[in-house]
């Protein structure tokens, strides 16, 4: 599936003090109606949580256990929330989170393109070929004019980077990422840009800023 837009915005995450910060047994709140099971840690500056890190659980004497088909296993890493298979707990969570995001800018003219690994299951002698999906993965790319040195010192600002890709002024969809390259140029009567190329590090899903 290949999905087109038009504006797109990249933060990086300032690692010059730490790549993430620690929290640790931080209140949640339940949701309910729907998203009964579903906890999200209070504390709205530590939401955003690091991939690259376990999530420990605590609920007094009880013991919670993820719901691990929903979203990460059970974690979702963009909204600090994570999915239990039980209901009604005082949860606490322990983890990190990324304290400090850097928008390095605006972009445009951005391409996502979403693809699943397939696998051939026939056994001998079947006459039609069975598939099995495994795992999936999203690239893409997007375009900025070359008026700034965020992209030449890319490397100070963090491994992983947040890229918001928008199809409307407040909704879109949102991933954590890593740009493994990019390239530049410029006709003789135009300006420097610049075609940056981004590989998933975890899932894409949409947003809504609204």
Known sequence: MVLKGYSAKVYGIDNS????????????TEGSNGDAKIYQINDTEKRLWDPN???????GLD?????????????????????????????????KYFSTLVEIGEAYNWTLDITADVVDTSAFG????KKTVT?????????????????FDIAKLGKVFLVKLYTEATKGYQGFCVIPGLSSGASVADVLKETINIESHWLIEEFDES
């Open 63 to 95: 013991t919670p256990t993820l719901d691990e088909s929903w979203k990460d296993r059970g974690i979702d890493w963009l909204t600090g929330r994570v999915k239990l298979n039980e209901t009604g707990l005082t949860l606490t969570v322990s983890g």
């Open 17 to 28: 003090v730490a790549f993430s910060t620690a929290f640790t047994t931080e209140a949640t």
């Open 126 to 129: 079947d006459e039609w070929k």
């Open 135 to 151: 795992q999936k993965s999203w690239s893409g790319s997007f375009e900025k004019f070359a008026i700034d040195d965020y992209w």
């Open 53 to 59: 890190e376990g999530i420990t659980l605590a609920a």
